[in-house]
């Protein structure tokens, strides 16, 4: 099975909150992170959470880490159309480990009036 | 902010051709790194560099090599090119022992 893994479409109303899941199966994972692609263009740092966190925020996005079930998730409150882009979770070993993150599939976000 | 350009945004090649896709960085960063895009199928590594003149090969290396003569700068080359890599190329850079990839905009290569 992949490594990490993303359900491939998301569909929210505008106003709605947006909850994008990702599980990952490597429990030595120290970073795990979030990347955000607008259409035709490259992926964008949202944001990331080290494995000894639970929970991080910043203004709208809210990122959730259940380390024991291996899962992450990505709260976009007051979504926005704007915010409909491709959603990357990444995890990796970091520091002296493996620096090359191992990506999911991403998730694309559809945000409709 | 940290910089990523890439040489072409698009990119219309004859099967055959000898291909080029440029990528520089100008953070200094040590590691850099070409992936493909395909829908349905994320991000796949094709190489990656560590330092000038070294080179890894990633998941997907055949049909690709790559050159990095400067730091700054990172090569990726379609020998002869095949319609099977008609893609999208993303170029990414970071710092030693860092994890955190900064992406350039992409190349959207079509190759008939």
């Known amino acids: 099975g992949e490594d990490v893994e993303q359900s491939l479409f998301l569909s929210v109303r505008e106003g709605d909150s947006s909850v994008i899941n990702c599980t990952y199966t490597d429990s030595s994972s120290t970073y795990l992170y979030w990347y955000k692609q607008e259409p035709g263009a490259g992926l964008q740092l949202l944001t990331y959470i080290f494995s000894n966190m639970d929970m991080k925020q910043d203004q709208r996005l809210t990122v959730l880490l259940n380390k024991k079930d291996k899962h992450l998730s990505l709260r976009i409150a007051d979504t926005q159309t704007g915010d409909s882009a491709i959603y990357f979770c990444?995890?990796?070993?970091?520091?002296?480990?493996?620096?090359?993150?191992?990506f999911g599939r991403g998730t694309s976000l559809i945000v409709h009036p | 902010d940290v910089k990523v350009t890439q040489s072409s945004r698009y990119l219309v090649k004859r099967t055959g051709e000898k291909v080029f896709l440029e990528c520089v960085q100008d953070m200094d960063h040590e590691n850099m790194f070409w992936y493909r895009q395909d829908p349905g199928l994320g991000l796949r590594l094709i190489y990656f560099?560590?330092?000038?003149?070294?080179?890894e090969k990633g998941d997907i290396p055949e049909g690709y090599s790559v050159s990095r003569e400067k730091k700054e700068r990172f090569s990726l080359i379609l020998e002869s090119a095949s319609t099977n890599q008609t893609s999208m190329y993303l170029c990414?850079?970071?710092?030693?022992?860092?994890?955190?990839?900064?992406f350039g905009p992409g190349t959207r290569l079509t190759v008939l």
């Open positions: 990414a850079s970071s710092r030693p022992q860092r994890d955190t990839q900064y």
């Open positions: 990444a995890e990796s070993k970091g520091g002296g480990g493996s620096y090359i993150p191992t």
């Open positions: 560099s560590y330092d000038v003149k070294m080179k």
